[in-house]
């Protein structure tokens, strides 16, 4: 078989079934991106919904990956005794629930405990959707697909959050939660419908009842391609985490965009990942995700540190440096889903694909603490020391790049 410059068969087209489940799974994807979003900026409406303070509206935010962590943990040593479509439909009817209780939730404890199932249920389905993605798209496509399904996020940045923002603002808070869990169900439907069974992974996984509780961690200890992907994973979030949460505060506050031109940062950047995200999938079928991984990691420090510099100047040169961001940041985490799936065999992926979620979950929520630990308020409210914040996450990003030169894909 004839080979492209990586020695990988060149790509070909993929078939309908193919294309349809990718659809499908995009859809389940862009469900639950939405749902972790749209929280944030409703949180003015949820505060005074529910007469809450600021740092109680902290820990709405902080249970939904908190929970999505600890259960990935938990799951990662069952998640690989099903059958991968029974998994993925039953967390996905939870997820669906779950949404629709934070709804009718009647008091702030209420709607914790819902945003804990919903993140608890995200979890699980991002990781569910990935190891399909690698369990049924052969390798030549795995990358294609990979990106087709990350476009979620820019959809949902473009459509989601603003659709479900206009409807708060109209309704309240409880109608975008009401909406947004109605809007699942075509989703499930679709998926109900076109994911294939997935059992190829029991042929080589233990019996029901022959791994102890928590062993998934026990079990991935003996591959050391696992370890590697883990670490490539908190290596690689903390090169981005530690400075996504400040973007926004630190435009503001430092006098480089007004409240009002806010928003095209994320409707641009959102609009060119839809584009660069199935490029750069493309890319890493026809060269090998090793090397487009190294190009976008090295590409996104660049402007990983002109965002922190805060730099003031005319609207279009913000703007493109802010898309070039968006596009690198996001680029990057394509080929690396590629690595860590391909890390282990088939019979560990969806244990793996689980701690890994767990890994991205629990890494934002340090992240997120370390740059704010590193960033001080100065005079006229202006936001300080976000340049170290940057040259930090840069550091950590080119440890990615180390740590995925250690990974050896098995299949």
């Known amino acids: 078989m004839p080979t492209g410059p990586s020695g990988r068969a060149p790509v070909t087209g993929a078939p309908a079934s193919e294309r349809a489940l990718i659809f499908a799974l995009a859809l389940v994807h862009f469900a639950h991106i939405v749902d972790f979003l749209l929280v944030m900026p409703l949180g003015p409406q949820l505060m005074q919904d529910f007469g809450i303070r600021a740092d109680r509206f902290s820990w709405i935010v902080s249970s939904y990956s908190t929970a999505g962590g600890v259960v990935g943990l938990l799951a990662a040593g069952v998640v690989d005794r099903f059958d991968r479509r029974t998994a993925l439909l039953v967390v996905y009817a939870a997820f669906v629930l779950a949404t629709a209780a934070c709804s009718i939730a009647p008091s702030f404890a209420a709607l914790l405990a819902a945003r804990a199932a919903t993140g608890a249920c995200a979890g699980l389905l991002s990781a569910l959707v990935f190891t399909i993605v690698s369990d049924v798209v052969p390798a030549e496509r795995r990358g294609a697909a990979v990106g087709s399904v ?80 883990l670490l490539l994973t908190f290596a690689l979030i903390l090169g981005q985490f530690t400075v996504v949460p400040f973007i926004s505060p630190a435009m503001v506050s430092n006098g480089v965009l007004t409240q009002a031109q806010l928003p095209w940062m994320y409707l641009l950047g959102g609009a060119f990942t839809t584009v660069s995200n199935p490029l750069v999938g493309t890319m890493a079928d026809r060269y090998g995700p090793q090397r487009v991984f190294r190009v976008t990691v090295l590409s996104s420090t660049v402007f990983l540190m002109l965002m922190s510099l805060t730099i003031q100047g005319p609207l279009p040169a913000v703007l493109a440096i802010s898309t070039m961001f968006f596009v690198t940041v996001s680029g990057r985490m394509n080929p690396a889903m590629m690595l860590v799936a391909s890390s282990v065999a088939p019979k560990s992926r969806g244990a793996l694909m689980t701690l890994n979620i767990s890994a991205q979950q629990l890494t934002a929520g340090l992240s997120a603490t370390l740059g704010g630990l590193i960033l001080a308020q100065g005079p006229a409210g202006r936001l300080e020391n976000f340049p170290y914040v940057g040259a930090m996450a840069v550091a950590f990003s080119l440890g990615a790049v180390a740590v995925a030169a250690r990974i050896q894909p098995r299949g």
């Open 150 to 229: 990350m476009t979620a996020f820019s959809l949902a940045s473009i459509a989601g959050v603003p659709g479900g923002l206009a409807l708060a603002n109209l309704l309240g808070s409880r109608a975008a939660f009401l909406a947004l869990a109605l809007s699942c169900v075509p989703g499930g439907l679709l998926a109900w419908r076109v994911v294939p069974s997935v059992r190829g992974h029991l042929r080589t996984t233990p019996a029901r009842g022959a791994w102890p509780a928590g062993s998934g961690l026990r079990v991935l200890s003996a591959e050391p391609g696992a370890r590697y992907a």
